[in-house]
């Protein structure tokens, strides 16, 4: 396969994750808010959303006030913004035109209709209810295009390479979500294990679509430590930092298998994967959870530069 090619179906997948990711952050970003009934408890968590999804300076350059209008707008339209949901639609549609005959034409006609869809959306009429009903609509979409891939794409290195996609960006995402707690917490240390520490973490997990999963393994009320282990180190929770891990590394080796050799970004996954199997929460918790993360979104990151390099994206 061509390295472009590849390239293509890679940030395909991506981007489609990412708009599903940007409108859970959205989500969380603007539960959280509400939670809140200090003065200027809403632009807090905002500003919060927005540092974990690293927008929070090209935010700032542009607006002087961080409202739920202008960051849902930013989040979800502005074309400004390359992690807004705009731009992954429209970035993941220029990328699966790129390869039309690499994809099927369900997973072309999903994206296709989904991207002429939302163009045709008027932001000044997205407020309150209608963003959440928005927020819901992206997710579905994204659950639309990834079932039309898993049912009618040939398993082969166009598969493995979009499946890499998905995964560096999900595991990328869930990350971001929990280190959003770090940047809610960090000022008020005194609040941790308080009602209002659970009830974020509790709409972390919603926003994980955890919330009733996390309930049948656990049995038991809502406890920091159980949430953040459900959604780090539990590999049968298909969001989890961990089943993330391995879905990269076992994939990555059967474009081992497919091409007869591997490469740094095969090592690379391999200590990501090594990075949350070879752990607990109370050595994550000890080490530091914003620490932990950190260093876990930069050996993510390494995936992607190490294999655009072993297979020639450009």
Not at 146 to 169: H, K, M, P, W, Y
Request: charged residues 25%; proline residues 2%; aromatic residues 10%.
């Amino acid at each position: 396969m061509l390295g472009r090619t590849a390239q293509n179906l890679f940030w395909l997948s991506r981007y489609v994750e990412r708009a599903e990711n940007m409108a859970r952050l959205l989500e969380v970003g603007y539960r959280m808010s509400l939670t809140s009934r200090r003065e200027g408890g809403n632009s807090e968590h905002l500003i919060s959303m927005m540092k974990a999804a690293e927008v929070d300076e090209e935010f700032a350059a542009k607006h002087k006030q961080a409202d739920l209008d202008t960051v849902a707008h930013f989040m979800m339209f502005d074309p400004s913004n390359p992690s807004s949901v705009y731009s992954c639609l429209m970035a993941g549609r220029t990328n699966a035109r790129s390869v039309r005959t690499a994809i099927t034409t369900d997973m072309w006609e999903t994206l296709n209709a989904a991207w002429l869809e939302f163009s045709q959306i008027k932001p000044r009429d997205v407020r309150g209810a209608k963003l959440l009903e928005l927020l819901e609509w992206v997710k579905h979409l994204s659950h639309e295009f990834r079932g039309a891939l898993l049912g009618t794409i040939l398993r082969d290195d166009g598969f493995a390479f979009s499946q890499v996609g998905n995964f560096v960006e999900r595991a990328d995402n869930t990350a971001r979500i929990l280190d959003m707690k770090y940047y809610v917490l960090l000022p008020r240390a005194k609040m941790v294990g308080g009602d209002l520490d659970i009830q974020q973490w509790t709409l972390i997990l919603r926003a994980a679509s955890a919330h009733l999963s996390y309930k049948h393994v656990y049995h038991d009320r809502y406890k920091a430590h159980d949430i953040a282990d459900f959604l780090m180190l539990r590999p049968e929770m298909p969001r989890s930092l961990i089943f993330c891990a391995k879905m990269i590394e076992e994939t990555l080796g059967n474009l081992t298998a497919i091409y007869g050799t591997s490469g740094e970004c095969h090592e690379a996954a391999v200590q990501l994967s090594a990075m949350v199997s070879d752990t607990t929460m109370d050595k994550v918790f000890a080490q530091g959870l914003h620490g932990f993360l950190t260093e876990f979104i930069a050996r993510n990151n390494k995936v992607t530069e190490t294999l655009s390099e072993n297979y020639n994206f450009y």
